[in-house]
């Protein structure tokens, strides 16, 4: 089977700051360490029948004033690879610096879209004008917006839903929107879920199981693959893998291979493991 993997990352520590990875900068994570060095489209190996046919690099951290630059370096050590480039971009710049950013960034024709992290801050970014405006720019472009915070915030997903009512933002959820595994957040979790697929131009990502728990069980993601399926349909849901940190918890093939024993028909793993991203992010054959 043929893989597009959505949602990676990848580290030239030499030539990119990645102050996130020093000791002394948040997030506090004991095991750090074992992700600051260098990761390589060679680390990118699976076992047959798996091939790696594509994939989206997420911005890392590489120089988050000038993105461009590690867009520059991706399209150099990714030649002969087909793939698509998220840039970092901070939704409240002005108008006329968020302008010259995606002007500069779009001179690089692997660039699909920006993410800026909203997490914790997600309520209060999303209803300044200064970053609706910068997001309506975004929609303008045709631009992808990865939108990463925990959808259990029912007031940041009702700013999100204000806006996608006026401007239809292509969207992708990072992460799943971090499903938590208590009940009564996770109804929470689901209710805003299906708030946001009402939503045509709204999709999700299925990775970063790591980020919650280290320890993370084949059946828990199961269980959440399963209900983004029942929520968005067969044709908005993506599984992705978030290398180099998926390796917190399992090698970069197990996860792949552990997406391949999911209890799902043939068809159906095609579109979430190739056949969405190809279409939704726009990778050309």
Known sequence: ??????????????????????????PFWADKASICRNFSAEDLRLPEPLQLSGLVHIEAGFNNQSPWLETGWLESHLKGHRFRS?????????TAAFTVLLDQAEQ??????IRHILDD???????????IHNLQQLADREWIFECQYPLTDTLATRELEALLKVHPLQIMINHAGFPPTDPAARHTWQENLQRLADYPSVSVKASGWEMQDRQYQPDQVGETVNTLLEVFGERRVMLASNFP???FSREYAELWQMYQQLQLPEEVLQLLCHDNARRLYRLSD
Request: hydrophobic share 40%; charged share 15%.
């Open 108 to 113: 690089h024709s692997s660039v699909a879209g």
């Open 1 to 26: 089977m043929k893989i597009i993997d959505p949602h990676l990352h990848l580290f030239n520590l030499q030539e990119g700051e990645y102050h996130w990875l020093q000791p002394q900068t948040p």
């Open 121 to 131: 801050e997600a309520e209060q970014l999303l209803r300044q004008p200064q970053v």
């Open 86 to 94: 998220i840039v970092c971009a901070d939704l409240t710049l002005s």
């Open 245 to 247: 940190l998926c390796l």
